[in-house]
C-alpha cells in the first residue's frame, strides 16, 4: 500500500503562484510514476501532470502546458506541481496520485487516466480573479 499527503494548496489571485507538495509513504518501492489530478465543481477529475519516479519524463495537459511544472525529489518521495499564471479556471481540488500498475502511466490519447492509481486526500486551490 502506498500513501499519498499533499500540502500547499490555499488562496491566491489570477497571475499568482503555488506550489503543492505530495509526499509518498508506505512500500513504494514499486512505484514507477506520481502526479496530479484535478477535479472543480461540476467537472470531470482530469489529469494535470505526471512524472516518472526513475528518469525526468514528464507528461503535462494541453491546459497547463507553459505554466505548470512537475518535478520530484526521489531522496524524499516527494512530487511538486509549480503553478505559475494562475486563472479562476485552474480552481479544483487537486489529488496527487500513484501507479499501481505500471501500464497506469501511459497517457492515452493525451489523456493521463484516472485508473490503478493510489490517490491522496486532496488540496484545495482557490484562484481569485
Known amino acids: 500500500q502506498v500513501h499519498l499527503m499533499e500540502s500547499g494548496g490555499g488562496s491566491v489571485q489570477a497571475g499568482g503562484s503555488l506550489r503543492i507538495s505530495c509526499a509518498a509513504s508506505?512500500?513504494?518501492?514499486?512505484?514507477?510514476?506520481m502526479g496530479w489530478f484535478r477535479q472543480g465543481p461540476g467537472k470531470e477529475r482530469e489529469g494535470v501532470a505526471r512524472?516518472?519516479?526513475?528518469?525526468?519524463?514528464?507528461w503535462y495537459a494541453d491546459s497547463v502546458k507553459g505554466r505548470f511544472t512537475i518535478s520530484r525529489d526521489s531522496a524524499k518521495n516527494t512530487v511538486y506541481l509549480q503553478m505559475n499564471s494562475l486563472q479562476p479556471e485552474d480552481s479544483a481540488m487537486y489529488y496527487c496520485?500513484?501507479?499501481?500498475?505500471?501500464?497506469?502511466?501511459?497517457?492515452?490519447?493525451?489523456?493521463?487516466?484516472?485508473?490503478?492509481?493510489?490517490w491522496g486526500q486532496g488540496t484545495q486551490v482557490t484562484v481569485s480573479s
Open positions: 496520485a500513484a501507479d499501481k500498475t505500471p501500464l497506469s502511466c501511459a497517457v492515452v490519447a493525451g489523456t493521463w487516466l484516472a485508473e490503478e492509481k493510489y
Open positions: 508506505g512500500d513504494t518501492s514499486r512505484t514507477n510514476c
Open positions: 512524472i516518472y519516479t526513475s528518469t525526468t519524463g514528464t
